[in-house]
């Protein structure tokens, strides 16, 4: 079970840091993934870490601003973001996996998901 908290309202330019903690004592094994759905659109990969935490990918749009990461020790997969635009609004969710990949698809467990409002 995931459960992913830390959305919220914020101004452009502000920032936010997502959390999503796992329930299973195998997360360590899994690689995690956020995505993101805005209201019309189709959910989208924002980025995914690996397993160990070695490796990090970012869609383009997100990358420079957004930061993966986890803490095995605590369950938990984490998704900072600054320099927030009005574009990043969509609910947030993260996913974990078997394979480090940006397709949903490969993601076998899903978190509930949590909003993300950037206004202008």
């Known amino acids: 079970q995931l459960q992913a908290s830390g959305g919220g309202a914020v101004q452009a330019g502000g920032s936010l840091r997502l959390s999503c903690a796992a329930s299973?004592?195998?997360?360590?094994?899994?690689?995690m993934g956020w995505f993101r759905q805005a209201p019309g659109k189709e959910r989208e990969f924002v980025g995914a870490?690996?397993?160990?935490?070695?490796?990090?990918f970012y869609a383009g749009s997100v990358k420079g601003r957004f930061t993966v990461s986890r803490d095995n020790a605590k369950n938990t997969v984490y998704l900072e973001m600054n320099s927030l635009k009005p574009e990043d609004t969509a609910v947030y969710y993260c996913?974990?996996?078997?394979?480090?990949?940006?397709?949903?698809?490969?993601?076998?467990?899903w978190g509930q998901g949590t909003q993300v409002t950037v206004s202008s």
């Open positions: 996913a974990c996996g078997r394979t480090f990949s940006t397709s949903p698809s490969l993601y076998d467990y």
């Open positions: 870490i690996r397993w160990d935490g070695g490796s990090t």
């Open positions: 299973a004592r195998t997360f360590s094994t899994y690689a």
